[in-house]
């Protein structure tokens, strides 16, 4: 029980955690014996090693020079700090999109609290195995646990018992070899001495002796033997703001081909991290760091929020096309923008709408040959000011709202950007009475309504102020003049057609 | 009579076709495409505007009753090419019902084998073309033409002094049609369009 609410928790555990960490970054690793070694050289060391390393007795803390004489086909790989971050995120990523309530113990370890979750997923068995299949979702192999305490359920994670009953804690870890656990050098030379070879065996130790022996360590040790939960508060783990996924590159890449390959694996990271947490992207920032030091910074706004790996590279690919990187990459960061996703109810006889990888591809080449700027959605500005309008979401996939379908034959006017400057002479009654340089070189008004004053944000720095007329002109055209209170100059709005 | 507010909702503009309206300035060719947008996107449907100069204006458009959240406008800024380029490329992309492309007051010239290659690519995508402007553009390509034509003006206010323009009666004249759903009549119907202001 922690906090007298959590009744059930599970234990993510990755064992190995940096050698899984890089054959996440990459997966072709997975086949290979491979360690992660960190250190200047000649002193370098083992941080870890993966499963195919560990079976040719490679272990962590060895000489990599060791490690090499023990196995000629390792492959090694340095430490990486931002890989490690990454997989460290994408393993809490996971659990969060099973349970909300976690706790981040350590890199490659999570508790998670599952009370409760029986009625939406099923028994304990089945909410261990949705951890795990959420965790290799991720591309990490993770051992889950189920306990009714944290350190009861890290044992079962480590040990693979899957699933404790619930007060039977100290029964089912009896059997536990004490190898299992992480000890430190004083408990496990004790334990050696003494001929305690099981959990079971340490917790049916006298505790005040345990105590005068070992201190508190070993009342600690003891509790861990029993199942007893940890005295610490849980401390739950909210998920930051923003979703990252990175890769430093061990040589430099000047060619965006080779660039895009890479750029594909932290997509699909990011990608598979998201769908993890039922959420999609509606923007990308992408950072790489360049030989010379300096960096390429982009941002791109998804006219459509996803979460499809392939559209995504798509739209990097076609940026990066347009604009590439000023020098040889060194490392890539993608950071993801995430909103929740939509549920999306179709509706008979509504057209489909175009798919996302479609329609991605699409706005990438549209973006290439118009700009960012000339793609996209607006909305209506909260605004009286004319020709009033903002960027926004183009949202195809949305359930369809009742469209305000009136059935009027609304005249359509035609803007010009910017409103054109023309000079107009005016009749005894100040009214237009020739335009000149609207759409020919001299036009006489045949026709006109106004003036209509509108104004605003008279209130504000940037008032604004003007009388509208509506003219018809010799050559046909229907046009909207305005003209400006402060300056007094007339410009051509538009045309009505 | 033909009644243009049942075309618009039903066989006028088709499916992997090709429809040109063109007209002067001030016909309501511009008013006719946006009701069209306006039965797609309040329909449910996805539409794409090419503009070729900048010119649509959301808020009459929101006026008429397009969903603006639906409409993918393509401003091209004046560059023709690049408005021919972006309308194959929608044309091309299944999901959207309608593609329409307002070329302006300067049409670009399109060759008859562009203009059936556009055709087919919209063929083959299930979508609706609509190209706009001045004059025609797809020549053959296009299995339905309209010309619109300005009737008379209407004016609110006093008759001395009138405020705003009170709305635009137009016709509109087929000029080809090519296997289309074929209208009774040549004249296929008069329409007045108002302003909303």
Redesign the interface.
């Known amino acids: 029980m922690v906090d007298g609410i959590v009744s059930r928790v599970a234990c993510v555990w990755v064992e190995a955690f940096a050698a899984a960490a890089a054959e996440r970054a990459e997966p072709s690793l997975r086949e290979r014996p491979m360690a992660v070694i960190t250190g200047a050289a000649p002193a370098t060391r083992v941080v870890e090693a993966n499963a195919a390393a560990r079976e040719r007795g490679i272990r962590a803390g060895i000489p990599e020079a060791e490690a090499v004489a023990r196995c000629s086909q390792l492959v090694r790989r340095p430490a990486s700090a931002a890989c490690a971050d990454a997989a460290r995120r994408a393993l809490l990523d996971a659990c969060y999109g099973v349970s909300p309530r976690l706790e981040d113990v350590a890199p490659g370890l999570v508790h998670v609290d599952v009370a409760g979750l029986g009625r939406l997923v099923g028994g304990d068995a089945a909410v261990a195995e949705r951890l795990g299949r959420a965790a290799r979702a991720v591309g990490l192999p993770a051992r889950v646990g189920v306990a009714g305490t944290r350190p009861a359920a890290r044992i079962a994670a480590r040990a693979g018992l899957h699933v404790v009953v619930p007060g039977g804690e100290a029964d089912a870890l009896a059997p536990v070899s004490v190898a299992t656990l992480d000890w430190s050098d004083e408990i496990a030379q004790a334990l050696g001495r003494w001929g305690v070879t099981t959990l079971g065996e340490l917790a049916r130790l006298p505790r005040a002796a345990l105590a005068a022996r070992l201190g508190p360590m070993g009342l600690l040790a003891h509790d861990l033997a029993r199942g007893v939960d940890d005295p610490a508060p849980w401390t739950s783990w909210a998920p930051p703001p923003f979703w990252e996924e990175a890769q430093e590159l061990d040589w430099e890449i000047d060619a965006l081909g080779p660039l895009v390959a890479v750029l594909g694996r932290v997509v699909e990271r990011l990608t598979a991290r998201l769908s993890a947490a039922y959420l999609v992207a509606d923007a990308l920032e992408l950072r790489l760091a360049l030989a010379g030091g300096g960096h390429h910074a982009r941002t791109l706004a998804l ?1 459509c929020p996803m979460d499809a790996p392939r559209p995504l590279l798509t739209l990097l690919e076609h940026d990066l096309g347009a604009r590439p990187p000023q020098g040889a990459v060194t490392a890539v960061a993608l950071q993801a923008n995430a909103i929740p996703r939509r549920a999306v109810a179709g ?1 008979l006889g ?6 996302e990888r ?2 991605a591809t ?1 706005l990438a ?2 973006v290439t ?2 700009g960012a ?8 500005a909260d605004s009286h000011r004319p ?3 903002v960027p ?5 996939n ?1 359930v ?2 009742t ?15 910017p409103p054109r400057r023309v000079s107009v002479a005016t009749d005894g ?1 100040r009214r237009p009475a020739v335009v000149c340089g609207a ?1 020919g070189p001299e036009e006489r008004v045949i ?4 003036p ?1 004053r509108v104004s605003g944000e008279w209130w504000d720095a940037g008032a604004w102020g003007r009388d509208e007329w ?1 003219v ?1 002109l010799s050559d ?3 046009c909207r003049l305005a003209r400006e209170l402060c300056s007094g100059e007339w410009y051509l709005d ?4 | 009579m033909f009644s243009l507010s049942t075309m618009m909702r039903t066989s006028w503009i088709r499916a992997g076709r090709i429809t040109e309206i063109v007209g002067e300035l001030s016909s309501g060719r511009t008013s006719l495409m946006t009701a069209c947008l306006r039965d797609v996107t309040a329909a449910g449907g996805t539409a794409a505007l090419v503009d070729a100069d900048g010119a649509f204006d959301p808020a009459s458009a929101a006026r008429t009753g397009v969903v603006l959240s639906r409409l993918l406008w393509v401003r091209c800024g004046g560059r023709r090419d690049a408005a021919l380029a972006a309308t194959d490329l929608l044309a091309r992309c299944p999901g959207f019902v309608l593609v329409a492309l307002d070329a302006g007051e300067t049409p670009p010239r399109v060759s008859l084998g562009a203009a059936f290659r556009l055709r087919q690519a919209a063929r083959r995508a299930g979508v609706a073309l609509l190209l706009v402007g001045r004059r025609r553009v797809a020549g053959a390509g296009a299995t339905l033409a309209v010309r619109t034509r300005r009737d008379a003006l209407a004016w609110a206010g006093s008759r001395r002094a009138p405020t705003r323009l009170a709305g635009m009666s137009t016709c509109l004249q087929v000029i080809r049609n090519q296997g289309a759903a074929s209208p009774p009549s040549e004249r296929l119907d008069e329409r007045q369009w108002w302003t909303a202001s």
């Open positions: 006219a509706e509504r057209a489909a709408p175009p798919a479609d329609l699409v080449r549209l040959l118009v700027e000339g793609v996209g959605a607006v909305a209506l020709d009033a309008f926004a979401r183009f949202e195809p949305l369809p709202e469209g305000r379908d009136t059935g009027d034959a609304v005249l359509a006017l035609r803007r010009l950007r009654e759409l026709g006109c309504a106004g209509w509506d018809a046909g055209a229907v538009g045309v009505y057609d």
